[in-house]
């Protein structure tokens, strides 16, 4: 069955450091894949699309990466505050109107 | 921020009573969703619509039914709400740009059944 794998372990950075997320999938073949940020108590919020073409796409200080032969993105946040702390939600969505798939999510924490 | 509302935000009740969840978008989008998400959890798809009249289940079944006369509006009823309906229940409509698809949520309405 399609499986999205993030890591389920908080990811404790410290400020001003390149934070990294991983997004695996299984069973998959998305047609883009997105990222989310969702703040506690809140509803998740577009950050970042990628398509199965694209390698590598980037919007201020978030850049993402894309390997289909890998079945993995990774999403960086670089120089990151702690305003950043949040959980990153990876999102899978196929050709032909397919929904989309969320992950879990990973948990980031920015400390001062 | 998107243009999408939840009412109420919190709600404490007992069991067995019935319960409508709101949602509303003024984005004019047609595809509307509900999700259910426990904490720490993924989110679970429970309805969707593509439009107004067509509702969909989704991928987790749920006991709440859903309702599309509107195009702004996508509403969830429990007609008898129980305690292992406690969760956080988010709306989410949808926009398309090149065969990609965007959801926009709603703040979520956090459900307690006592």
């Known amino acids: 069955s399609q499986k999205i794998e993030q890591n389920s372990e908080a990811l404790n950075i410290q400020e001003g450091k390149t934070a990294t997320l991983t997004c695996n999938y299984t069973n998959y073949s998305p047609a883009y894949l997105q990222w989310y940020r969702q703040d506690p108590g809140r509803g998740p919020v577009f950050l970042l699309l990628i398509r199965e073409n694209e390698k590598e796409k980037r919007k201020e200080r978030l850049k993402v990466t894309f390997d289909t032969t890998l079945k993995q993105s990774l999403f960086h946040i670089t120089a990151s505050q702690p305003a950043d702390s949040a959980t990153y939600l990876c999102?899978?969505?196929?050709?032909?109107?397919?929904?989309?798939?969320f992950g879990a999510g990973t948990i980031l924490r920015v400390k001062s | 921020e998107a243009d999408i509302y939840q009412t109420p935000r919190y709600l404490v009740i007992g069991t067995g009573k019935k319960i409508t969840l709101e949602c509303s978008q003024t984005?004019?989008?047609?595809?509307m969703y509900w999700y259910q998400q426990d904490p720490g959890m993924e989110l679970h798809l429970i309805h969707y619509?593509?439009?107004?009249?067509?509702?969909e289940k989704g991928d987790l079944s749920s006991e709440s039914t859903v309702s599309r006369i509107r195009t702004e509006h996508f509403p969830l009823t429990l007609e008898s709400a129980r305690p292992s309906h406690t969760s956080q229940y988010l709306c989410a409509s949808s926009a398309t740009d090149r065969g990609q698809e965007t959801q926009y949520f709603g703040p979520g309405t956090r459900l307690l059944v006592l």
């Open positions: 999102a899978l969505a196929g050709w032909g109107g397919n929904k989309l798939v």
């Open positions: 619509s593509y439009g107004v009249n067509s509702t």
């Open positions: 984005m004019g989008h047609d595809k």
